[in-house]
């Protein structure tokens, strides 16, 4: 099942009716109110939260700052007249600009597309997390083979084959055994200086 996500709402709690209706419990955890951006900022520093739904927020920069400081999306809402400039200041940081007066409706829609747009974004992150793991293993492992080559004057395949025939052997991954066996030939260096 899918984790409900977190939303810190910056405004009144006394709102609270119109909030049960845009966050609704099967996609949502109960939403957590903070009354002005000091609040919210405290509270962020002590949880994680998904999103940040700022309706009243008197300085557009403290939502920058939130999204930024905070790894949080941010939903601001703002004037008609100050829209073009802060949708402009905010295109670099997870926030999204809406134009007040909005309609709840539009409101719902702004949430369903940021919804689908915050899983994409984390299957996103998630697979370049695993390429960059991937990348930092391959290095290890050509790291391996070359100080093998250069310590032991075996070709490369040699060395490749010597690390693959350690890693059946003991069930680790090719990285952890070009792991130990760069720490092994490190410490051997040090020994001998």
């Avoid at 920069?61 to 790894?71: F, T």
């Avoid at 949080?72 to 100050?82: E, S």
């Avoid at 996103?124 to 793991?133: F, H, I, N, P, S």
Wanted: with cysteine.
């Amino acid at each position: 099942m899918k984790e409900r996500k977190k939303v810190l709402v910056i405004a009144e709690k006394k709102s609270g009716a119109l909030y049960k209706e845009l966050f609704p419990a099967s996609l949502y955890g109960a939403c957590v109110f903070a009354e002005n951006a000091v609040e919210a900022k405290h509270r962020l520093s002590r949880e994680r939260f998904d999103l940040v739904l700022a309706p009243k927020l008197a300085q557009p920069k403290q939502a920058h700052e939130i999204a930024v400081v905070y790894d949080t999306y941010v939903l601001l809402f703002v004037k008609p007249q100050a829209y073009d400039q802060v949708a402009y200041q905010m295109r670099e940081a997870k926030v999204f600009v809406l134009s007040t007066p909005v309609s709840k409706m539009v409101v719902a829609q702004v949430l369903a597309m940021l919804e689908r747009f915050m899983d994409q974004t984390a299957r996103l992150e998630q697979k370049v997390a695993r390429a960059q793991k991937k990348l930092v293993e391959i290095k290890t492992i050509d790291r391996c083979k070359m100080e093998l080559m250069h310590t032991f004057q075996w070709s490369e395949a040699k060395a490749h084959r010597y690390i693959e025939k350690s890693a059946m052997d003991t069930g680790a991954t090719r990285a952890q055994i070009a792991d130990q066996l760069l720490a092994r030939m490190d410490m051997k260096r040090s020994g001998e200086a």
